[in-house]
């Protein structure tokens, strides 16, 4: 089975400056990732989905990127908010198989 | 409003006992997926359904089944043969577009 691993340290960051948490995956290379939210107590957020044939993807102050060289995700929050503090989730799965891998998450911390 | 509810949000159980823990949803989603969250680790799949009538284990499917009898209700029982239920539970639906809608979850303990 895919093994996706996310930064396990905490992010703590200033508001304003820019976010980047990273997900690495194992054994083989998804037709799909994927970005949830998740606030404590509460189930995850979907946020955005990067196919592996795309490099980038945006959506307001979030941005994907997909390197299938590196094996890796990169996840950019910009402009970052206290509001954008909670863990975000990366997940796997391939085309036709809608089995989710999840990574442990990262947790982000946003200081005003 | 369209979502998916579960309930109870907090479940109590005692050694030995079976509990039911219930999702519903009304996107008119055919997939629904059960997850556990323990801390520091990732949503573990434990069952699936791709349809009304259906359903594939997970990655961690002993000591727990489901039933899938209608489009919007896909109950999990904890059954007693799971020796460590104490965990977070998550319900969701996918959409044609692959995300995934989660419930708000139910904490479960075993007192």
């Known amino acids: 089975s895919q093994k996706i691993e996310q930064n396990s340290e905490a992010l703590n960051i200033q508001e304003g400056k820019t976010a980047t948490l990273t997900c690495n995956y194992t054994?083989?290379?998804?037709?799909?990732l994927q970005w949830y939210r998740q606030d404590p107590g509460r189930g995850p957020v979907f946020l955005l989905l990067?196919?592996?044939?795309?490099k980038e993807k945006r959506k307001e102050r979030l941005k994907v990127t997909f390197d299938t060289t590196l094996k890796q995700s990169l996840f950019h929050i910009t402009a970052s908010q206290p509001a954008d503090s909670a863990t975000y989730l990366c997940?796997?799965?391939?085309?036709?198989?809608?089995?989710?891998?999840f990574g442990a998450g990262t947790t982000v911390t946003v200081r005003a | 409003d369209g979502g998916i509810t579960q309930s109870p949000k907090y479940l109590f159980r005692k050694e030995g006992q079976n509990v039911t823990l219930s999702c519903e949803q009304n996107?008119?989603?055919?997939?629904m997926y059960w997850y556990r969250q323990d801390p520091g680790q990732g949503l573990r799949l434990i069952y699936y359904?791709?349809?009304?009538?259906?359903?594939q284990k997970g990655d961690i499917a002993e000591g727990y089944s489901v039933s899938r009898e209608k489009k919007e209700s896909f109950p999990l029982t904890v059954t007693s043969a799971q020796k460590n239920p104490t965990a977070f539970y998550l319900c969701?639906?996918?959409?044609?577009?692959?995300?995934?809608?989660f419930g708000p979850g139910t904490r479960l303990t075993v007192l």
């Open positions: 969701a639906s996918r959409t044609g577009y692959n995300e995934q809608f």
């Open positions: 054994n083989y290379s998804p037709a799909y």
């Open positions: 990067i196919r592996e044939n795309e």
């Open positions: 997940a796997s799965h391939q085309a036709n198989d809608y089995k989710l891998s």
């Open positions: 996107l008119n989603h055919d997939a």
């Open positions: 359904s791709q349809i009304v009538n259906d359903f």
